[in-house]
């Protein structure tokens, strides 16, 4: 990791930190008395870069310099000076310079022209690890490439930075039924500027203990396992690494976070609106029993009823609305919750309890013949 590279020059080793030593033979050079490591944030002028260079050409046993630039704090054109710089010295055959352009996980653009590059050579480095083979915690490199806070993912996090851009692709997606006659209900006809603040303004209720959008959100979170990350964060930097990815290596998972979590939100809201059944949190008509059977029902809802995996390929939301029964769909005023999927369940049992009465029914005419 160049980030993790320690500054060195070639002094007596003796009295150095042994762990500084140990990185700089498992990451750099077996003899550390060759090897000059510099970083460029740490130098405060052109001079001193040159100063530095010059005094690295004229040790004769010093035969490798790094020079560790971070391409988040710095600029193409202070990297282009560099190699002007070491272009017109003499070196000797034995001295190697090597620029090592680091691009954080954060590093919003993720680019340095290779094409015409003369007499060096470009080697691309993508190697999600350790130097010491430690195992990689992928959820942290999930949080730092699409710049969350906190040790894991949480649903304050999660809703601050994919919310605004999911509100949007919900109103535009997701279809919404058109006959209620409730006064701040969604399931009417609306411009979507209207429909994306009354979606959010319905994901801010609650329900039980907790709003909408958070039980919604820690559903989602659920998803991501550790399998499912490691699997995400390898197949963007593959992708980056085999030149299928126009984009930067944070804004691959980027992309891949909020699009899943569009898709979703969005999933989400349709299968918990059928037979407008989100019109039960209108705040006007809400009571405390009610309350209680949505929150119930809603925390042990399978959703959104596809795996991450599916989810993260699916184009767009295609699933219908779920038709009104026939003598409520002119005026759709709800008044139990999630009674669609609950009535659905109760005919299920209806249906086994007749096929299970008439198949013992056909096992006693059998004995009495």
Not at 64 to 90: G, H, L, P
Not at 176 to 200: G, H, W
Not at 337 to 362: G, H, T, V, Y
Request: charged share 20%; net charge negative.
């Amino acid at each position: 990791s160049s980030h993790s590279l320690p500054s060195w020059s070639n002094i007596d080793i003796d009295g150095i930190d042994p762990s500084i030593l140990h990185r700089v033979r498992s990451l750099v050079h077996d003899d550390p008395s060759t090897v000059e490591i510099h970083h460029l944030d740490l130098m405060n002028c052109e001079s001193e870069i040159r100063t530095t260079f010059d005094s690295w050409v004229s040790k004769g046993n010093v035969t490798t310099f790094v020079m560790v630039v971070d391409m988040k704090m710095q600029s193409a054109n202070i990297v282009n000076f560099i190699r002007s710089y070491v272009e017109q010295a003499t070196l000797s055959s034995d001295k190697n310079f090597i620029l090592l352009l680091h691009f954080p996980l954060s590093c919003d653009q993720c680019i340095y022209p290779a094409l015409f590059l003369g007499n060096w050579s470009c080697i691309f480095l993508d190697d999600i690890g350790d130097a010491d083979g430690n195992t990689v915690d992928f959820n942290n490199v999930l949080q730092s490439a699409c710049s969350l806070t906190g040790q894991k993912l949480n649903a304050d996090t999660l809703l601050a930075a994919l919310k605004p851009k999911a509100l949007q692709y919900v109103a535009s997606q997701v279809p919404f039924y058109s006959c209620s006659k409730q006064p701040d209900s969604i399931n009417q006809v609306m411009t979507l500027t209207a429909r994306m603040d009354c979606i959010e303004k319905i994901l801010a209720s609650n329900v039980g203990q907790a709003t909408l959008e958070t039980i919604l959100c820690r559903k989602f979170i659920v998803m991501w396992t550790d399998d499912r990350i490691r699997e995400v964060v390898h197949r963007s930097a593959h992708a980056l690494a085999s030149g299928n990815s126009k984009l930067s290596f944070s804004s691959a998972l980027t992309s891949t976070l909020q699009s899943s979590f569009n898709k979703f939100l969005a999933k989400s809201v349709l299968e918990i609106n059928v037979w407008s059944n989100l019109d039960i949190l209108d705040p006007s008509s809400a009571d405390a029993e009610t309350d209680k059977i949505f929150s119930l029902v809603l925390n042990r809802l399978s959703l959104p009823g596809v795996p991450l995996e599916e989810l993260i390929l699916l184009r767009d939301i295609s699933h219908p609305l779920q038709p009104l029964p026939m003598e409520v769909e002119k005026e759709a005023i709800v008044v139990f919750p999630f009674f669609f999927q609950i009535s659905s369940l109760i005919e299920m049992a209806i249906d086994k309890a007749n096929f299970d009465f008439l198949d013992q029914s056909s096992l006693g005419q059998n004995d009495d013949f």
